[in-house]
């Protein structure tokens, strides 16, 4: 059985790599060094394979046919998709034996995710994947979920997909070490008159409820609700997802609205190493 050993949750905006220097200093300093720790941990774990949550932003699928959740189950997959990116673009190694474990287990536990054989990987997984192993080494299960296109799975249900998951994880025995990464968020506008504006009241908020691990509030939210914060904070789905699946509280290790970069910018790890399942 897998041993989930490292896990945290991060923003992942294009900007934090491919305009870095447009945040003040202070800020972009900030935010990188909770990364850069949070990064850290999940090399210091031991883990053999990450599995990386991360919205889907049209670079896979479109309205013709568009999944609620996509494991990638192939021996590498391509990235990163903007060719603007400063990483180098090359085949990722993936791990499909874990990949196949976890849609077995998610399937087994109710919940039915579609699969690819081929996925090319945007900002969304690159940004946080180039943090934990800039060699493109480590093999990565990317894991896509619906978070631009309604209908949406609810934040509860994106919860209970969190806790099949975990299911599904500690179930696997393709591996015995296994990091989680949620990407996403926090609150941003994407292509509309309002980009570049920041909730950080917002923010902070659901921050809280990740160091409380205490979500009935933000699980109650409705689309129209969480739409306040910006047609991008439907992103804490995979924040969510994360959280179920790890169920302790979160350590925030860093939160700055950097209006440069369009979006509160946040990371948040979780302590593995004892306690909790």
């Known amino acids: 059985m897998a041993s989930l050993t490292a896990a945290f949750a991060a923003s992942h905006a294009p900007m934090m790599l491919a305009a870095a220097d447009s945040a003040p200093a202070a800020q972009h300093d900030a935010f990188m060094a909770g990364l850069r720790q949070a990064a850290a941990r999940v090399r210091a ?33 391509t990235g990163p998709a903007e060719p603007w990116l400063p990483i180098p673009r090359r085949p990722v190694p993936g791990s499909p034996a874990l990949a196949h ?45 619906n978070c631009a296109v309604r209908p949406m799975l609810s934040l509860r249900q994106c919860f209970t997909f969190g806790q099949r998951l975990r299911a599904a994880i500690d179930a696997c025995t393709a591996v015995d070490r296994v990091a989680l990464v949620a990407a996403g968020g926090l609150s941003h506008w994407v292509g509309n008159e309002r980009i570049g504006d920041i909730d950080e009241d917002f923010d902070r908020w659901f921050l809280t409820r990740l160091e409380k691990n205490s979500f009935d509030d933000v699980l109650d939210m409705d689309d129209a609700e969480l739409d306040q ?49």
């Open 45 to 77: 774990s031991g883990a053999e394979a990450v599995i990386i949550l991360s919205n889907e932003h049209f670079t896979n699928f479109f309205l013709e046919n568009f999944p609620q959740t996509c494991v990638g189950v192939a021996e590498a997959n």
């Open 229 to 277: 914060a910006g047609n991008g904070a439907h992103e804490i789905r995979s924040w969510l997802t994360l959280a179920a699946a790890v169920d302790r509280p979160a350590r925030v290790l860093a939160y700055e609205p950097i209006r440069a970069w369009v979006t509160g910018m946040g990371v948040a790890e979780y302590d593995m190493t004892g306690g909790g399942r």
């Open 101 to 145: 474990g976890l849609l077995s287990g998610l399937h087994e536990a109710g919940a039915t995710p579609s699969f690819s054989e081929h996925l090319t990987l945007d900002h969304g997984i690159m940004t946080l994947y180039h943090a934990v192993d800039p060699d493109g080494r480590l093999p990565l299960v990317p894991l896509l979920q």
